[in-house]
């Protein structure tokens, strides 16, 4: 079964948030309905998926979102921006 990390913000260079899910269409729709609204994406309003990345297995989405949780900032926005330099919600194109 396929595995997502996944960027999540509320605006441009605004509060980033990385997670790893299996049902991407899904957990960025409880982000955006703020399901879970004590969560720290709920508080921040982090409702836009600004970023995602495909996995076969769920292993290595989850080494890949540890190894991505270590980044500086800087990074993680030269990431985005490399895909999505308008910080689009890609909401729609999963």
Partial sequence: MKHYVYIITNKKDGVLYIGETKRLKTRIYQHK???HPS???A???????VYF????SEKDAKAR???MKKWNR???VELIE???PNWEDLYNKI
């Fill in 33 to 35: 309905t703020k399901a």
């Fill in 39 to 41: 969560t720290f994406s």
């Fill in 43 to 49: 508080r921040y309003n982090l409702d836009k998926v």
């Fill in 53 to 56: 990345e495909e996995f076969e």
């Fill in 65 to 67: 979102e540890a190894q």
């Fill in 74 to 76: 800087a990074w993680k």
């Fill in 82 to 84: 490399n895909l999505n």
